[in-house]
């Protein structure tokens, strides 16, 4: 019985061993998922943050476009409700960079606005940041993918399953945003 007793105390130990390393490595995946959001809400409040200036800015040189200035506000202010879920502000946003767009065309029509310092650099500083925005929600969708790998794959999801790790849903970029935004390694 002593050689049955080292098998099965050997056996323990690997199963609790190996218990701990899938574990570890879960949290480690789900701390990365994390962080990865954290990455977009850094993109999303520098967005935020550049909104009133803009809007100052824009004010006084598009008073004919007040329709557009009172849209970008709203938006921002949907965007910064505590009650919007953080896929419904990914929407808000696209929402947000279509409305910017449309204000920043105005600028091509308005010679004023062309030779504005401060309204051309809060546009670069919105472009910039939608389009870090855009690299920020594919490395979380990247980074989600692997976490729901690893919870799937065999040991993990037996730790998974027992610790409720659950999987994480991926953040939708339009089609065409798809193509365009690359990593760089």
Do not use: C
């Amino acid at each position: 019985m002593t050689a049955f007793g080292a098998i099965l105390g050997i056996f323990i130990i690997i199963a609790l061993v190996s218990w701990i390393i899938g574990y570890n490595a879960l949290i480690k995946y789900l701390n990365w998922v994390e962080e990865a959001w954290t990455q977009i809400e850094v993109q999303l409040k520098r967005r935020i943050d550049a909104i009133p200036d803009l809007i100052d800015t824009a004010q006084q040189r598009l008073k004919h476009e007040q329709h557009t200035l009172e849209k970008i506000v709203e938006l921002r202010s949907e965007l910064t409700s505590p009650q919007t879920s953080k896929f419904e502000q990914i929407k808000t946003n696209e929402q947000l960079t279509q409305t910017l767009h449309s204000l920043f065309a105005l600028k091509e029509e308005n010679p004023e606005l062309q030779q504005d310092e401060e309204f051309l650099t809060l546009e670069k500083t919105l472009k910039d940041s939608d389009m870090k925005l855009k690299k920020a929600i594919k490395v979380y969708n990247n980074t989600v993918q692997k976490y729901n790998n690893k919870i799937q794959s065999l040991p993990a999801n037996f730790v998974a399953n027992i610790h409720s790790f659950k999987g994480r849903e991926t953040v939708d970029l339009p089609p065409e945003e798809k193509n365009e935004v690359k990593l760089s390694s």
